[in-house]
């Protein structure tokens, strides 16, 4: 007769403990999505990019993270394909992401941006250059980098007023990037008083330039001005100096990688990049140099910093709001300096940086450097 109450007392016993199991808090995290390209030729600009992005969320962590709460990365691959981004741009939304950043390629960030606006993801990303992303008057779309407005113009006058040249030829990869920095470049030396001989645009996995080779050297063109990424521009420049054409070589933030100064190898003589001011020499970018290196085996790439920054900014800004809120969070954006390696950042009404610090970068002894000239 007794054998019910224990049954019934065991039963009670369950469901007070099941009771107590919901009432206590599940663990959760704030999601930030990490997205660039990380495999093809072009994989080690986006890579690096990310694992800067990754080492300031590992040292909030190691505070204690933001909002009482652990920050969870998600990194995705958009193989520097616009479809492919506006995948990965969902499936970030459906991981219930609040924010991400990414991506480098701007023919990726452009139409990933749309994704996030709509699901009001906060977005900022630290290399993409092309005026379109944030010209489209998205609210939660930033950058930590400058435009190629405001890159091109840097190029050009550096080939008509440093170079002295009147007449040059213009290769892009016709993507919003390679296209976009050159119709700036364009635009700009034209103002100037020079002379496009050439302004072609071929497919970004093309390994072929004879054609495009033989439009320059016949157009006398005293110098060339690349439109794209590494992965072509190295091989482009090997092949035009193989050509005979030693005249100077110049092209964007696209082609700072190592990977470039490796294939040109003993080429590099008369090649210049339009890229950010070096860091190297800031004293506040060294432990972060170190950790680097420490932590992945090798030198930072060329947008580690922006990628460290970046995340370092968007935490910073979920810290000052006190929330993941994104109107909340684009305000603090919009309204606040934030003490960066790059220097103080402040955003425009559109989501730019109000001050862009472009420069020319040559080769030497197998090293990026600042040219003496740089406007």
Known sequence: MRKPYLFLSLAVAFAIGVTLAGCQKSPSTIKVGLAAVQSGGDAQIGLTMLQGSQIAIDEWNAKGGVLGEKIESISLDDEANPQKATTVAHNLVDDGVVAVLGHLNSSCTIPASKVYNDAKVIQI?????????????????????????????????????????????????????????????????????????????????????????????????????????????????LALRQAGLNIPFVSGD?????????????????????????????????????????????????????????????????????????DKVAAILKSQTFDTILGNIDFDSKGDIKESSFVIWTIQDGKFQVTADSP
């Not at 060294?286 to 030198?299: A, S, T």
Request: charged share 20%; aromatic share 12%.
């Open 254 to 326: 696209g082609c700072f990688d190592p990977s470039f100064i490796n294939t040109v190898g003993a080429n590099a003589a008369n090649v210049f990049l339009s890229f950010g001011k070096d860091y190297h020499k800031v004293p506040a970018a060294q432990p972060f140099l170190e950790k680097y290196k420490q932590v992945y085996g090798h030198d930072e790439g060329a947008y580690s910093v922006y990628g460290y920054d970046a995340a370092n900014v968007l935490l910073t800004a979920i810290d000052k709001a006190q929330s993941t809120d994104p």
């Open 125 to 237: 990303s630290p290399g993409s250059t092309n005026p379109l992303y944030t010209e489209q008057g998205f609210p939660y779309a930033f950058r930590i980098c400058g435009r190629d407005d405001q890159q091109g113009p840097v190029a050009a006058k550096y080939l008509h007023d440093v170079l002295k040249l009147t007449k040059i030829a213009i290769l892009h990869n016709k993507t919003a990037y390679g296209e976009g920095l050159a119709t700036e470049v364009k635009k700009a030396f034209e103002g100037m008083g020079g002379t496009v001989t050439m302004f072609q645009g071929i497919g970004a996995d093309e390994t072929d330039f004879s054609a495009n080779i033989s439009v320059i050297k016949g157009s006398g063109a005293e110098g060339f001005f690349w439109g794209g990424m590494y992965s072509q521009g190295g091989p482009l420049c």
